[in-house]
């Protein structure tokens, strides 16, 4: 089976020097970009690709390219920034591309820079990956050793400076306008859009910002072409995708697969299934903001489409499973407590309303809840949903929340008439 | 360009380019917002303003947008009465609920609070929340503004306002999720000299005017009067309000044309004069020159009074920049125009004269505040607005966006989005030019600046005319900074569309202002309209400077042994001139009568004092520094107060003189008298309404309709309900019924709308949000440019003398809080005063080895003052700034030369030096 972005990813092991990645074929899409190519034919190539964003939104990467200005008079330089902000909760396949082939990122930024004319690129990363920070370093230094940075990279006349930027430490820094403001030494609240980052972006100017997996795929994509990537997929969405799990399976980890396998698949097969005396009750499917999937739901292709034709939403494909022995509301209380305390404050329904739903599910935990409660939880769904809010912060809160609501409505009522929490005796 | 929209069902037609919420509010349209702000823009974080849009006829349930963030567009279909938007709308309120303290009793916000009123207007009543409010610190911030966070609904007007707006620094949003805190980082009394317009602008009461909190009372029991701030010559409008005889406090008047929703501290907080315990309240009178002025009978005024206007006794009358243009006219009838000394210092009169004349006769603009803030170049020439006239400082903080405004939307991003417009942006500016001795704190928006002694920046200003236009005088022997400084100046002006010069007259130089003439005269030659803004020292200096008059200086030099009866007019002349010459020129004359309303050193050696009203008592008009003619109105009733000034000369001319056949008992019958007589106010009483003006057949009420105790607050000295006061000088009334419709702009006394009852109700008497009031703004501009003037450039006169070896030059150098008269002695303005400083570079305190925040003695034209060390480094070497006009300061004409010599260090600090 093609792993194309894992294949020489050895987890526990130092990750791939720079002549390490050269030996695997690595350095050659840009090669091949620089001597062969125009920017405007690498944006071509890559949204012919139908490569969509790794990032959890699944945004046609090729077209939120072409909206960078090339023509007439705009502000410059344009820059590329690399969403390394992985702190979706679940999520760790970013950290095993960063740990494991980071030059395999940096040769994606290079082409994509390319592609969009931006002179300068940023990889911000998430605070606590330290070890990352060291890796991409080191990458980088080799890189610019190497002429692969810097200027006139490989004699093409392209210059590209690239830098490693940790953040503060807020998960809203993972929302691509809070980031650019971040990154700006500003208070990270995210912006409004329109204007969108293409138009203007980090300093105002024009912005690309990219995830760390989507990037790691354009040297392939242009070393080996559009119809190769298609084809890699099971049904129609392109590419192999970097799936997780987490939970009481007896082998959680990263598994590189095509685009569309199905969960059940993923979920059994790879990583071996439940831990003997579990059983598996639900999963969500793409970190902590994306609606939980029931067990008899589990043969469905794991695809952006296919995931919302049912409700829910893929995400970063990073599943988490809920198992019959842990607690739902706890699960979801959990969940819930980490949205609430990573709001920025900028908008009322998530600023006030995300610690209320905390509050409410803590008091239902205890035993404390009344039915009631549930009728303003279910109205939250509603009052911080897409529109109604600033960003999208509270709305991914609301996805778990909501098909908690409907799932284990049930365990919820247990709760309350019991007054204690079930799990817990 | 208009958009057709239809909003609940009817078609408006609204200007596009607009966002929805600031259309629906100028027709009037109830939408709750907190976040938006006319003068701030949308940024889109309450989420409160939501109303729903509908995409074609079929759409039945709309969505939900947010009206604030949402440009109007052609077909627009949108419902602000459905129950999807009520409800999300009264959901937000209760968001902001959940958390917020029950503290309405004891809020001094209540009655006024914008959270109230958006509370009732979404219809969010009960609390359906079992768990605790999170609760916050409070800090101390200063004299001015009371702190209580509790009650924060985490709008961020409060930081937009103040940093993004007002440039202020020191007040910042800190946290996340619901714990988000504004404050400083560390407690402290707030920098910035706006710091008073938190309390307007934040929608609840985390920031509270502290110095109502002495003297605390409800809106809605506030007698109030429209007014104009009499701390500067900007002329801002005021909302005053008293309550059992005591000025509670000053808030904003808007004038779309001037000082907007906006004012500066000075003016908000420099009141309490009117409450002062030295205020004169009885007449006075002594019966020698060597005492003091007792309280006497009247009969003993009476005699010295029906002595010193015995026919043949000349009446010499010294008026006063601070006090109306009426009651300076009557004096000036009273004595004769040939008698009427106006109480400047001596250059300051040349100067006023000298910019009202120029004003007069040149095709250039006097501009408005708002002029200014749409100006796309700004040149300042040796004036630091920000002491000296704050608002317009904050006019130039507004004029240096407009380029980046621009350009923000030329990429496609309207105005009103505030901060897209400051992301894309960032800190690109307008062009704005300082020319100063000394750093001031609009040095940060320069482009470039230029720090010298007067004397060379006038000389550039000469020399950028004479790039500008090769006709105009040029200078010889500029040396290569003030080349490249007049080079650039002139460049940037030549492509300037509508550039301002900023001059006036605190430094002390006539060629300053004539310069900076030279420069919009080859501006026109050159076909650029320009404007030219000319700061004064007070806030009649331009109206006292319209009426005839000679220079006070010409009394005290005359040589005439003895004179009869001199009458002065709300100044203290010991502000105005030397001590000595002012004792001297008392002691000529038989009789002195003194008419102010609070004792300062002339008062002391008047032989008659007569106490009159302050602003706050009185109906007047005082012309700002643009020519605007504008009226403050009673606050007090006269009954219970003290009479105008001019009342007061009115009834002296009557009695004793007959100077005009009946004493002026109206406000009507002296300013008609007054508009007949000089042409230059002409128009000003049929456009600020006087007695005859009718809405309804009602008069306009200075009082809610829900002013309470109206029958409780004199029943301890009469129980029968007494007579409403009649208000014989204006439109308004002393009660709580009157016209229900809004007042014409000039005479509103307070803001209400129903369901509005906080200072946010402004915005249904303005045609837009920011815009003008509807019907016009207040006051009338006298002066317009003669656009057709031939004139002829001024010559270079530059008479200031570089100083000699061994000397140095005092110039004055002004603090917000301190060099003014009256609001220096407020409380909470005088905690703000510091100590009186020198101001110097480094190498010149070295030489006079003292050291920062040192105390020195320096001896200035024969006076002592004791000084504290403070350095600044653009300052030229043997130039050394003086505070001037603080408290307790002697008069010093500046500038001066002083010995080095002249300066010492104190024994103090010595001492403690050596240690």
């Known amino acids: ?141 080799e890189a610019y050793d190497a002429g692969v940075l810097g200027k006139n990279i490989l004699g093409s006349g392209f210059n590209l400076e690239l830098y490693v930027h940790s953040s503060a430490g807020r998960y809203i820094c993972g929302e691509e306008t809070a980031l650019l403001n971040s990154l700006e030494g500003r208070r990270a609240i995210p912006r409004a859009k329109p204007p969108f980052p293409t138009t203007s972006g980090l300093f105002g100017k024009p912005t690309v910002i990219n995830n760390v997996e989507t990037l790691s795929w354009i040297g392939h994509i242009i070393e080996n072409g559009a119809d190769w990537f298609k084809k890699l997929g099971l049904n129609g969405e392109g590419g192999t995708k970097l799936f997780g799990v987490s939970g009481k399976v007896k082998k959680p980890g990263i598994y590189e697969l095509p685009m569309s396998t199905v969960m059940r698949h993923i979920i059994e097969d790879h990583a071996g299934g439940m831990i003997d005396g579990y059983k598996l009750r639900a999963v969500i499917p793409g970190g902590a903001s994306t609606e939980f999937v029931m067990e008899n739901q589990l043969d469905i292709p794991m695809d952006f489409r296919s995931l919302k034709a049912v409700g829910s939403r893929m995400g970063t494909a990073t599943m988490t499973v809920l198992d019959n022995k842990t607690c739902p509301v706890e699960f979801l209380h959990n969940i819930e407590r980490f949205f609430a305390l990573e709001s920025c404050g900028w908008c009322t329904p998530c600023r006030e309303g995300l610690p209320r739903i905390e509050k409410i599910l803590a008091a239902i935990e205890e035993g404390n809840g009344k039915e009631e409660y549930l009728d303003i939880l279910k109205y939250h769904t509603i009052y911080c949903g897409p529109g109604n809010t600033f960003c999208a912060h509270a709305p991914g809160a609301m996805e778990p929340l909501q098909s908690a609501l409907t799932y284990f409505r049930d365990d919820f009522i247990r709760h309350i008439n019991e007054k204690h929490c079930p799990w817990k005796s | 360009m208009m958009f057709k929209i239809k909003i609940n069902g009817k078609f408006y037609k609204v200007k596009q380019e607009k966002n929805l919420l600031e259309v629906c509010l100028s027709l009037g349209i109830n939408i709750p917002h907190f976040c938006y702000h006319g003068a701030l823009g949308s940024v889109g974080a309450c989420r409160l303003c939501a109303v729903s849009s509908y995409r074609d006829e079929n759409d039945k349930s709309g969505r939900l947008i947010m009206s604030c963030m949402e440009p109007v567009a052609e077909g627009m279909v949108i419902t602000t009465d459905d129950p999807a938007s009520e409800k999300f709308r009264a959901s937000v309120l209760e968001s902001l609920m959940l958390n917020h303290p029950h503290d309405c009793p004891v809020c001094d916000e209540g009655g006024e609070c914008h959270l109230q009123d958006m509370t009732v207007m979404t219809g969010h009543a009960y609390r359906n929340h079992d768990f605790k409010k999170r609760t916050y610190t409070n800090q101390f911030l200063g004299p001015f503004i009371h702190h209580e966070m509790n009650r924060c609904i985490q709008c961020y007007r409060c930081v937009r306002f103040y940093k993004d707006y007002a440039g202020g620094e020191d007040l910042g949003v800190f946290s996340a999720h619901n714990h988000v805190y504004f404050g400083r980082s560390k407690e402290g009394v707030l920098e910035s000299e706006f710091s008073g317009n938190l309390v307007e602008v934040c929608p609840t009461g985390v920031f509270t005017d502290k110095t109502l909190k002495r003297h605390f009372t409800r809106k809605w029991d506030l007698t109030n009067a429209p007014s104009v701030c009499v701390h500067c010559s900007v002329g801002c409008n005021t909302i005053a309000g008293e309550r059992y005889g005591v000025l509670r406090r000053i808030m904003n008047r808007y004038n779309g044309s001037v000082n907007g929703y906006f004012i500066c501290d000075r003016g908000r907080f420099g009141y309490e004069f009117v409450n002062h315990e030295k205020r004169l309240r009885q007449a006075m009178s002594r019966k020698s020159k060597n005492e003091k002025p007792v309280v006497t009978t009247d009969e003993d005024i009476e005699n010295i009074l029906i002595n010193a206007f015995s026919p043949g006794k000349k009446i010499i009358g010294i008026g006063s920049p601070r006090a109306s243009l009426e009651s300076n006219y009557a004096l000036m009838k009273l004595a004769g125009s040939e008698n009427f000394y106006h109480g400047t210092p001596a250059k300051e009169f040349q100067l006023i004269r000298g910019a009202l004349t120029i004003l007069l006769n040149l095709p250039v603009r006097s501009p408005s505040l708002k002029d200014i803030e749409k100006s796309d170049m700004v040149l300042i020439l040796g004036e630091d607005l920000t002491h000296t006239a704050p608002m317009i400082a904050l006019a130039v903080r507004q004029a240096a966006r407009n380029l980046p405004v621009g350009a923000g939307e030329k990429t496609g991003i309207p105005k009103w989005h505030d901060a897209a417009q400051r992301y894309r942006t960032r800190d690109m500016k307008s062009p704005v030019f300082i020319a100063h001795v000394h750093q001031t704190k609009l040095d940060e928006l320069a482009s470039q600046l230029f720090h010298s002694p007067i004397h060379d920046i006038c000389r550039v200003a000469f020399a950028i005319a004479s790039l500008v236009d090769d006709q105009a005088p040029a200078v010889e022997e500029l040396n290569q900074d003030q080349k490249d400084f007049a080079i650039m100046v002139a ?425």
């Not at chain 2, 010409?554 to 502000?575: C, G, K, P, V, Y």
């Not at chain 2, 002829?792 to 006169?797: E, G, I, L």
Request: glycine content about 6%; proline content about 6%; aromatic content about 8%.
């Open chain 1, 1 to 141: 089976m093609e792993k194309p972005l894992t294949r020489h990813i050895k987890s526990g092991r130092d990750p791939l020097s720079l002549k390490e990645y050269e030996k695997t074929g690595g350095y050659n899409g840009i090669k091949t970009a620089l001597k062969k190519m125009t920017p405007s034919e690498v944006i071509d190539l890559v949204k012919q690709s139908g490569l969509s964003g790794r990032g959890g939104a699944g945004f046609p990467t090729g077209l939120k390219w072409s909206f960078v200005p090339t023509k007439g008079d705009f502000p410059r330089p344009v820059y590329l920034v690399c969403n390394a902000d992985e702190m979706e909760p679940g999520s760790f396949k970013d950290r095993y591309l960063l740990e494991g082939n980071p030059h395999q990122l940096i040769e994606g930024m290079i082409c994509a820079s390319y592609a969009i004319g931006a002179e300068k690129a940023y990889i911000f990363l998430r605070w606590a990956y330290k070890k990352a920070e060291a890796i991409l370093q080191q990458a980088i230094t």
């Open chain 2, 491 to 915: 460049n940037v002006l030549k492509q300037a569309k509508n550039p301002v010069i900023i001059t006036g007259t605190h430094c002390g130089s006539l060629d300053l202002l004539q310069a900076a003439a030279n420069i919009s005269i080859a501006l026109a030659a050159f076909g650029t309209k320009s404007s030219l803004s000319f700061v004064m020292p007070e806030c009649n200096s331009m109206g006292l400077a319209m009426l005839d008059g000679k220079s006070m200086e010409a009394l005290i030099n005359s040589n005439s042994d003895t004179s009869d009866t001199l009458i002065i007019l709300e100044n203290d002349l010991f502000r105005r001139a030397p001590g000595e010459a002012v004792k001297k020129l008392l002691n000529k004359f038989t009789c002195v009568l003194v008419l102010d309303h609070s004792e300062n050193e002339t008062t002391t050696k008047a032989d008659v004092v007569v106490p009159v009203g302050t602003f706050a008592e009185s109906t007047g008009t005082l012309i700002n520094n643009e020519g605007r003619a504008q009226r403050h109105y009673r606050v007090f009733a006269e009954e219970k107060s003290l009479p105008d000034s001019w009342r007061i000369l009115g009834r002296l001319s009557a009695k004793y003189r007959k100077i005009v056949p009946e004493p002026w008992e109206t406000f009507d019958q002296i300013a008609e008298s007054l508009e007949k007589e000089f042409p230059v106010v002409k128009g000003i009483n049929k456009k600020i309404n006087g007695n005859d003006f009718r809405a309804l057949n009602d008069k306009i009420r200075r009082q809610s309709i829900r002013f309470s105790g109206r029958t409780a607050v004199d029943a301890r000295l009469e129980v029968a309900e007494s007579k409403i006061p009649v208000d014989r000088d204006s439109p308004l009334t002393f009660s709580m019924e009157g016209s229900d419709q809004k007042s014409p702009s000039s005479l509103v006394p307070f803001y209400w709308t129903p369901g509005w009852n906080s200072p946010q109700s402004v915005s249904f008497y303005l045609d837009e949000p920011n815009g003008s009031m509807k019907g016009g703004d207040p006051g009338l501009r006298l002066i317009e440019p003669q656009e057709n003037a031939r004139v002829n450039y001024f010559k270079p006169a530059l008479t200031g003398e570089s100083s000699k070896t061994g000397e140095y030059t005092i110039v004055p150098v002004y603090r917000i809080f301190g060099s003014e008269e009256l609001s220096s002695k407020a409380e909470a303005i005088t905690e703000r005063i510091p100590k009186p400083f020198i101001l110097m570079n480094e190498k010149q305190a070295g030489m006079l080895k003292a050291a920062e925040n040192d105390f020195v003695i320096i001896e200035i034209s024969q006076n002592i003052i004791e000084v504290q060390v403070r350095i600044d480094d653009k300052i030229a070497d043997r130039i050394i700034g003086l505070t001037v006009n603080f408290p307790e300061m002697p008069f010093v004409d500046l500038p001066v030369s002083v010995r080095s010599s002249e300066i010492k260090l104190t024994e103090q600090n010595i001492k403690s030096r050596s240690k």
